[in-house]
Structure formats: structure tokens, C-alpha cells
């Protein structure tokens, strides 16, 4: 049968504007390697650097709530390529490849127009966040789980055998060393194999507890090795204590650094996960495309497992992140993930529907143009498009922190001296990142000083301050940089912004030496020449 026109200028607008937009992400691949680490990562390399450098061991000698995995991940890339910011960038890429690569896998499944559509939206909505989501650790925790996805069979015939259950626990073992609450999708995965699996053979308790047993010591293996590393290093202890002493209290804070009463907590969770983080549009037309899916294709037995799968996993990462309980951008990056890749089974089987289900014309033409609309608006073409063009120019500045880091860098090289140390009153506003460039050295296991100042009434904030004031005084550093504007400061219930002890010992050993905009940076005054 001669196929209709107007299937056929349907069929010519989808591969135009696929063309077009798979155009759009390689140029903006290409253009992100101007870009600069810039928020997080540079903090994450900073740790390396001392570790490198210095035998530094986290959580032992420096006080951070990161897990292992990150820094495994960090001093990997820094040993194998530096520090550099070309470095961050090829790898960013090389990963967002890999990524996207095992998105064409499992989403091929559904046909290949739909595994080419997921991976190209969900790489221009990662890379349409700029330099500083970049290998974010909620992001990174991701690549692991697009992994283990692939291992969900394709076809009634494929055996899952015990190796594909080692596989997903492994897989989803490393993703917890980055970021433990990515564990949400673990029971998902692993009924996704157990449905695939008992297809063949024969199910029962037996099995069932095999199974779980082969997954369970594959996902403990990288965990464990994190702890004989730790207590290897003499760190175990500290590591623990941060993470059940003051892990509680941090998050006890929300997005904004406040702490609010019981009531309002509940209400502040329920209103920040019903917002999706910005991706409404995006989460209602994935759930379309796979009721479309699921109505029009005539789906197998794995396909119907793996669309199972795609819709569990993008509801709990909708609730992903209320477990944090700061709603931060980088948080939805598991949920822009699935919502990406699933949006793009709106073309399962298409266009290759039998004719008794291809009613075509204005409804199909309806669909497209719906799904167009969720991409644009949530790659918000005004800013996008833009800064496409600037980067490609190479106009646009990606100086960190808005050209503080840079600055603040230079000021350091010019006058540390060998055995200078430097301590940052900071969080993430810029003067760790200079440090890293200047390689100073931090005198106390303190980067942040976050932790001062909120639940000051408990006795392990408490101790906290004691701490870093011993260590000051024990070793008194040669720089200290404050950041006063763009810092997080905290706020609410059992908080506050003054640290006497700290001023105290500033105005008896420090003078101003230099200010920039929106810091200060303080020269000990007693340096024996």
C-alpha cells in the first residue's frame, strides 16, 4: 500500500527536527570545553589535593560529609589527568557519552527512533544546566543504574542468570558509595530481574533467597572495601561519627539553610516534591508516552517489565529528593534523567505501527508537537540558545564565582611561601576552588565552617568549635579568607551568626590584608621571619 503523504512529511519534520537537535547537542558538547569546574567539584578535587599532597585521609583529617565513592572517583581522575579544567571537561563528556550510550541500549528495546530521541533530550538537559551541575554526585550515581538497566533482558527467551544479579548489585554498590539515597531504585531493578527470570525458571523461595543473597554480597563488595580502606587509614571512627552525629543535624536544614518546626517541615517537603523540581512538564508527558506505549505497542513480556521499570523508577526519584531535604537542582538530576528517557517512547515502534493502529493525521501530529513543547520548555530556548551561541563564540566569561576564585588565586600564589597554610571561612562560595589553584594547604580539618553555627546548642556543635579553635591555635594559618557575600549562611530554629571565640582570635592574631568583593582576606601579624 502507498504510503500516504502526509505520513510522509510527518516522518521527514521528526528526522529534520531529530537532526537538528542531535546537531545542537554535539555543538554544545563541543562548546562545554571552555567551560571551568566551578561549584562542588572543585571542593571534591580540593580533598584529593590534600590527599595527594599532604597524606591527608578524609573524615580522619578533614571533616566532610561526602562519601567514599566521590573521592575514589576524584583521585582516579586526578591521577589519570590532573586537575586540570580540560581534564574535568573530557571526562564529563566521555561519561555523558557512556551515559547516553547505555540509554541507546536499553531504550533500543522500544525501537531505535525512541532510543535516539531519549539519549539526545536528556543530553541537551544535562548539559543546558552549565558548569556547575557537571558531574554532580546526584548525577554521577546515575551513570551506575543506567547501567544495571541494560541488564533488565529484552527478550522472553533470555536467561537472567546469577551473573546479572552480581552485576546490579555491583553496579548499584558503587552508586551508593557516591550517593546512598540512589538506592531507592535498587528493589525496582532487582524485581525487574526476578520478573524477567522466573519467566524461565521456576520460581520460589529458594530462588528467590539465591538471588538476593548473590546481589547482596555484590553490592556489599565495594562497600566493604570502603571500610577496610577506612579502617586501614584510621578514619573508620570519624567517619562514623560524622555521618550519625552530624549527618542528623545537617539535615535537619532545608534548601534555603533554615531549620523549621516539626509542622512545618512536613508541609515544606510535601510542597517542594509536588513541584518536581521544574520538570512538570517533562514528568507529564513521560507518563503519556508511556501510557502511549503501552495502549498503541504490542508489548512482550520483558517490554512490559522494562516499561514497568521506568515508571517506578521515575516516581521515586520524583520523591528522590525529599530524603535530602534541600530540593537543590543537582537533586533532580536522576528525575530529568528518567523523565528524559522515558519522554522519548512517545516513537516506541514508530513509525511502524500496524495499519489497523496507525490512525495518523492530526492526533499523531498532535502527540509531536505536545512533546516538542515539553522538551522546549523545559530547555527554556530563550537562555539556552543563547548561551550556545556565546560559548561557541567563546564570549561568554566562566570565571568561577563571578571572577572571585581567579582573583583570590593569583593574591595567594603571589605571596605563599613554602609551609603557608591557608583556612577558608566558607562554604561554597569560591575560596576552597582557589586554594586548589594556588595549592594551599588547609592547617585544620575544617574546609566549611557551615557546621558552627547551626544546632549550636548541642553538645557535638559544640565540640566542634572547641576543635577548630585548638587547631587555629595549635597551628595558626597564614592566611584566613572569609566570604561575606554569596555565602550560605544558616537561619531558623537553634541557629546563629556569631562564633566570639573565632573574632577573638582573629582581632588578636590577624590584620586585613587585602579585600575584594565580598571577602576579606586576614595576614597573621606574629610570623617569626
Not at 557537571?134 to 537472567?160: C, H, K, Q
Not at 548541642?458 to 566570604?483: C, G, H, M, V
Not at 549562611?489 to 590584608?513: C, M, Q
Request: with cysteine.
Amino acid at each position: 500500500m502507498k504510503q500516504p503523504t502526509f505520513d510522509k512529511i510527518l516522518i521527514g519534520f521528526i528526522k529534520a527536527v531529530l537532526v537538528l537537535l542531535t546537531v545542537t547537542l554535539l555543538l554544545k558538547a563541543a562548546s562545554t570545553l571552555n567551560w571551568r569546574m566551578e561549584h562542588d567539584f572543585p571542593l571534591s578535587h580540593y580533598v584529593v589535593f590534600m590527599m595527594d599532597k599532604y597524606q591527608a585521609i578524609p573524615y580522619r583529617d578533614i571533616f566532610e560529609t561526602v562519601m567514599p565513592g566521590t573521592y575514589a572517583f576524584h583521585y582516579t581522575v586526578v591521577k589519570l589527568f590532573g586537575y586540570s579544567d580540560l581534564a574535568f571537561r573530557c571526562v564529563d563528556l566521555s561519561l555523558l557519552a557512556l551515559l547516553l550510550s547505555a540509554t541507546y541500549i536499553f531504550i533500543s528495546r522500544f525501537g531505535r527512533l525512541a532510543a535516539i530521541w531519549s539519549s539526545v533530550v536528556f543530553g541537551l538537559v544535562y548539559l543546558s544546566y552549565g558548569q556547575a551541575m557537571s558531574l554532580e554526585r546526584d548525577y554521577l550515581g546515575v551513570i551506575p543504574i543506567a547501567l544495571a538497566l541494560i541488564l533488565i533482558p529484552a527478550r522472553a527467551e533470555t536467561t537472567v542468570g546469577m551473573l546479572r544479579f552480581a552485576m546490579v548489585g555491583l553496579l548499584f554498590g558503587l552508586s551508593f558509595l557516591i550517593k546512598p539515597q540512589l538506592g531507592i531504585a535498587l528493589p525496582i531493578v532487582l524485581g525487574a530481574l526476578l520478573a524477567a527470570r522466573w519467566s524461565t525458571v521456576k520460581r520460589s523461595l529458594r530462588d528467590f533467597t539465591q538471588c538476593v543473597i548473590i546481589l547482596g554480597l555484590a553490592f556489599a563488595l565495594p562497600v566493604l572495601i570502603a571500610v577496610v580502606w577506612l579502617a586501614v587509614n584510621s578514619a573508620l571512627t570519624s567517619f562514623v561519627n560524622i555521618f550519625f552525629q552530624y549527618l542528623p543535624l545537617y539535615s535537619a536544614l532545608t534548601g534555603d539553610h533554615e531549620i523549621i518546626s516539626s509542622l512545618d517541615r512536613v508541609y515544606y517537603l510535601i510542597h517542594w516534591t509536588l513541584t518536581l523540581g521544574g520538570f512538570g512538564a517533562l514528568f507529564l508527558y513521560s507518563l503519556f508516552a508511556m501510557y502511549r506505549v503501552w495502549k498503541i505497542a504490542n508489548l512482550s513480556r520483558p517490554l512490559i517489565i522494562s516499561l514497568t521499570s521506568l515508571l517506578l523508577c521515575m516516581v521515586a526519584f520524583a520523591v528522590y529528593p525529599a530524603l535530602s531535604g534541600k530540593f537543590w537542582d543537582y537533586h533532580y538530576m536522576p528525575l530529568a534523567y528518567f523523565c528524559s528517557i522515558s519522554s522519548g517512547l512517545c516513537f516506541a515502534a514508530w513509525p511502524n505501527f500496524p495499519d489497523a493502529q496507525r490512525k495518523w493525521r492530526l492526533r499523531e501530529f498532535i502527540v509531536i508537537l505536545a512533546f516538542l513543547t515539553a522538551i522546549m520548555i523545559q530547555l527554556k530556548p530563550s537562555q539556552f540558545f543563547p548561551y550556545l551561541y556565546q560559548d561557541l563564540r567563546g564570549t561568554k566569561s566562566h570565571s568561577p564565582a563571578g571572577g572571585r576564585v581567579d582573583e583570590i588565586a593569583k593574591w595567594l600564589r603571589k605571596r605563599l611561601n613554602p609551609g603557608d597554610s591557608v583556612q577558608p571561612l566558607d562554604w561554597t562560595g569560591g575560596s576552597i576552588h582557589a586554594m586548589l589553584l594556588a595549592e594551599a594547604k588547609l592547617p585544620t580539618k575544617f574546609m566549611y565552617d557551615v557546621q558552627f553555627y547551626h544546632h549550636v546548642s548541642s553538645p557535638y556543635t559544640q565540640e566542634l568549635r572547641k576543635e577548630f579553635i585548638s587547631q587555629l591555635s595549635a597551628q595558626p594559618p597564614r592566611f584566613i579568607i572569609e566570604i561575606q557575600t554569596y555565602k550560605y549562611w544558616v537561619s531558623g530554629i537553634d541557629t546563629t551568626r556569631e562564633f566570639p571565640e573565632l573574632h577573638k582570635f582573629l582581632n588578636e592574631n590577624y590584620l586585613v590584608a587585602n579585600e575584594g568583593d565580598g571577602y576579606l582576606i586576614y595576614e597573621r601579624t606574629n610570623i617569626t621571619p
